[in-house]
């Protein structure tokens, strides 16, 4: 099990929702052969995030999150800086949360201490291919703050 | 005493609509109770329009991130029936054992983080971790197998790419499948866990019963989620899937933007129960006698009875899948290239998600195009069985503290597992 774990999270059908997606097939050019580091496309299997994270050292996820930015700004936090603003009523298991999946891992003694999250503000959350011109415009510069996050591990 | 009750259970977001209970009474009479779904229209069939064969899988597995494997079965079995393309037993087998893999997933994650923590007295899973740590951490390595089967057959713990029109484009080898058999080996202690908190709190499940029209797939040999036709408790008539259409009737509700079911009567019902009761006397001996245990019997017609035959069914599949694994090893695997010529024609194809059957029609044009979709998905054809039951509950429960009223209805919408909107997970965060 490689020791850092990039996960990115999304759906590439509902345009900037799609940017984690996006991302992973970019970071994957830069890291396949990298021993320490994986990147791991998980989609909207929001509860699978659980058992991905279990056992490394290091954890970078990278994610569509309204935040209130300007569309296409990236912005890295951790889970400790930021309150989900997401309603769940439980009907379904398909309100995914990332931060209450990490909630739980971290309450069960499973989740790394070192968790970062890559937010990037999204201009448009709607059914369609592609990203608005606001997100694909800074796709290397997103590859390249990543990147150097791993400096940091 | 005149008593007014006033329930009105709201999410709903552009993107993520996650479904309403209206209640409204007075007297102890009920005057409203509705369930409305306010979804996002069902995109994904215009979006698969013009693409190739090749692309639908992969587009169609990005529908859900729980049901994924679902859909992408669905779709190639459309592709395949569309262009009389057969598959080798091999690959039905593969098939077979990669959706067990999610019945298990979701089915464990649908009890034991939803369902259980309505029977503990709780909100969300979270204070189980403290008051029931044991619990919880059976369920999540129940689920976490769920995790390990998808990602050896299908090649990815979610959105699967292994799973192709004709055929498999990467087989796992000797080695991961045995590993994939002693995980499902090791999950048996754990799934008897499971089974005995959830015995011991089967009197938390409401006893409340609605005569249904059950509808899923049947085989006359085996307890299916793959091959068959369709079947209703209602009558004798098995339908072929091809003529889906005509057992479903979707229709148009002024209470929802996803489209209503009905067959032969203003509802019916799918998931686990109903094929709980299409397929009960082909169970496996150890999910046969899980069902004894719990005392459930083919013909059960209490909804919220749905969360039992998930277990039932998590045992099933894992029964199922060693007894696959074994055959499998047996006959030895062998690399089976995928070569498909594309061809003009219309297919349908149709197998159980965990919440209950799913259609999936296309047709192409002669290079491979799509030229038509229709996705008629299991939650849409359990909204006006959901509304019935509303109906028929309401008017049972409304001497009861509004509390507890509202609770039920949710508990209700929640033993039908529904997927309603299921496409975004994004985040949406505030800075604290």
């Known amino acids: 099990m490689k020791p850092t774990l990039i996960i990115c999270l999304g759906n590439p059908l509902m345009r900037d929702e799609g940017i984690g997606i996006r991302l992973a097939s970019e970071l994957l050019v830069h890291l396949t ?91 448009e959350i709607a059914p369609g291919e592609g990203l608005t011109g606001e997100l694909e415009s800074n796709i290397q510069q997103y590859v390249r703050t990543i990147l150097k996050e791993l400096d940091r591990t | 005493m005149a008593k007014t009750v006033k329930i009105s259970v709201n999410h709903v977001t552009r993107v993520e609509g996650h479904g309403n209970i209206r209640l409204r009474a007075s007297d102890g009479k009920i005057e409203h109770v509705e369930w409305q779904v306010p979804e996002a229209p069902r995109f994904f069939e215009a979006m698969v329009r013009g693409r190739s064969f090749e692309d639908i899988q992969t587009i169609v597995s990005r529908i859900c991130g729980i049901c994924s494997v679902t859909h992408s079965m669905a779709a190639i079995k459309g592709i395949e029936d569309a262009m ?50 044991h619990v919880v951490k059976t369920i999540i390595r129940l689920h976490r197998l769920g995790n390990i089967w998808m990602e050896i057959i299908g090649g990815r713990m979610t959105h699967p790419i292994t799973l192709k029109p004709g055929g498999f484009t990467v087989i796992p080898s000797e080695e991961k499948l045995l590993e994939l058999k002693k995980a499902m080996e090791d999950a048996i202690p754990d799934a008897k866990i ?70 032969h009567r203003d509802s019916y019902a799918v998931g686990a129960l109903a094929r709980f009761n299409q397929n009960a006397e082909k169970l496996l001996p150890m999910a046969a006698d899980t069902a004894k245990q719990f005392g459930l019997k083919k013909g059960a017609c209490n909804p919220y009875l749905n969360n039992i035959a998930q277990v039932v069914e998590c045992v099933q599949v894992i029964e199922h899948g060693l007894q696959l694994i074994d055959e499998l090893l047996t006959t030895g695997l062998k690399p089976e290239p995928v070569k498909v010529e594309p061809k003009a024609g219309e297919g349908v194809g149709c197998v159980e998600a965990p919440r209950g059957i799913l259609f999936h029609r296309y047709a192409f044009d002669k290079k491979g195009l799509c030229t038509k979709a229709n996705i008629c998905i299991p939650t849409g054809q359990n909204h006006a069985n959901i509304q019935k039951d509303f109906e028929a509950f309401a008017p049972q429960i409304i001497d009861r503290d509004q509390d507890e009223i509202r609770l039920l209805l949710e508990m209700l919408v929640r033993s039908y597992d529904p997927c309603i909107s299921c496409s975004t997970h994004f985040l949406n965060v505030e800075f604290v």
């Open chain 1, 33 to 123: 052969d990298n021993p320490d580091v994986e990147v791991m496309d998980l989609g909207t299997g929001g509860f699978s995030v659980m058992h991905a994270i279990t056992g490394r050292k290091k954890i970078i996820f990278v994610d569509c999150a309204v935040m209130g930015r300007e569309p296409g700004e990236m912005y890295r936090f951790t889970p400790e800086q930021v309150r989900s603003k997401k309603v769940r009523i439980r009907y379904s298991l398909h309100e995914g949360d990332l931060l209450n999946t990490l909630d739980l891992s971290q309450r069960l003694g499973q989740c790394p201490d070192d968790i970062v999250i890559f937010g990037i503000e999204p201009k």
């Open chain 2, 84 to 133: 009389g393309i057969e598959v080798s037993e091999q690959t039905e087998k593969l098939r077979i054992l990669c959706h067990y893999g999610e019945q298990v997933e979701s089915h464990i994650l649908h009890v034991g983080y939803l369902v259980a923590p309505d029977l503990l007295g709780q909100k969300s899973v979270i204070p189980l971790v403290k008051s029931h740590t």
């Open chain 2, 194 to 263: 499971l089974i005995e908190v959830i015995l011991s709190l089967a009197d938390k499940f409401p006893a409340f019963e609605r005569d249904t029209e059950y509808i899923a797939l049947n085989h006359p040999d085996y307890y299916t989620f793959y091959h068959g036709d369709i079947a209703s408790t209602d009558t004798d008539e098995k339908v072929p899937i091809r003529e889906f259409e005509r057992v479903a009737n979707e229709y148009i509700s002024p209470q929802s933007t996803a489209k209503w079911c009905k067959w």
